[in-house]
């Protein structure tokens, strides 16, 4: 079976850093993603992790275990529009267009 | 500019009826993907396509229908036969390396 946990909810103060977990049980794995969604919005993507390790994107990163299955996501320096619901996604299997697995996300809220 | 268009963004239908939802796309991507999304729900995979004339079914398939004539379109019908259709629905595609989704706008239906 396929299995992504993650926190519901998570709140953080502005300028701080916060870490939204997910763990993840599935068949196989192709690669672990982050997306961001906005209350009534798409989501959109933040990160991609297939290897090991901690991958940095300005604000934002990620990091993979895969003996683990588990991942994170670093926000530094958190604004208010950081305020929104954080998407752990899995791709399970080798076939590219496969469609990714996702957690039920972390609603975080950025307080002043 | 490439992206994905989804329309209508709000519809109302009456118990009984069936509707379409438009999702097109003018970024040249094979793989396509219709994901329904609930409060304090993931994505849930509806149906997806990953090549012209070929769909695969989702997680929760039932009472929707798709078709994919075309590599711009991927239409979803939400047949009467859907229980509980009231929901926010995401189409997506699929990009190149490393295989993120791009989401269109969404399409929240409701039942009266």
């Known amino acids: 079976g396929q299995n992504i946990d993650q926190p519901t909810e998570m709140t953080a103060t502005e300028g701080a850093i916060v870490q939204i977990n997910c763990t993840y049980q599935t068949s196989g794995f192709n690669g672990l993603f982050w997306y961001q969604q906005h209350a009534g919005e798409a989501p959109t993507f933040l990160s991609y992790?297939?290897?090991?390790g901690l991958e940095e994107k300005g604000r934002f990163s990620s990091f993979l275990s895969r003996s683990k299955g588990y991942s994170y996501l670093l926000l530094k320096e958190l604004q208010m529009k950081d305020s929104a619901s954080y998407l752990c996604?899995?791709?399970?299997?080798?076939?590219?267009?496969?469609?990714?697995?996702f957690g039920k996300g972390t609603r975080l809220s950025v307080i002043a | 500019d490439g992206g994905i268009t989804q329309s209508p963004k709000y519809l109302f239908r009456k118990e009984g009826q069936n509707v379409t939802l438009s999702c097109e796309q003018n970024?040249?991507?094979?793989?396509m993907y219709w994901y329904r999304q609930d409060p304090g729900q993931g994505l849930r995979l509806i149906y997806y396509?990953?090549?012209?004339?070929?769909?695969q079914k989702g997680d929760i398939a039932e009472g929707y229908s798709v078709s994919r004539e075309k590599k711009e379109s991927f239409p979803l019908t939400v047949t009467s036969a859907q229980k509980n259709p009231t929901a926010f629905y995401l189409c997506?595609?699929?990009?190149?390396?490393?295989?993120?989704?791009?989401f269109g706008e969404g399409s929240r239906l409701t039942v009266l």
């Open positions: 992790n297939v290897l090991d």
């Open positions: 970024l040249n991507h094979d793989a």
């Open positions: 996604a899995v791709r399970d299997l080798d076939s590219g267009n496969t469609p990714l697995v």
């Open positions: 396509s990953q090549i012209v004339n070929d769909f």
């Open positions: 997506a595609s699929r990009g190149g390396a490393p295989g993120e989704l791009f």
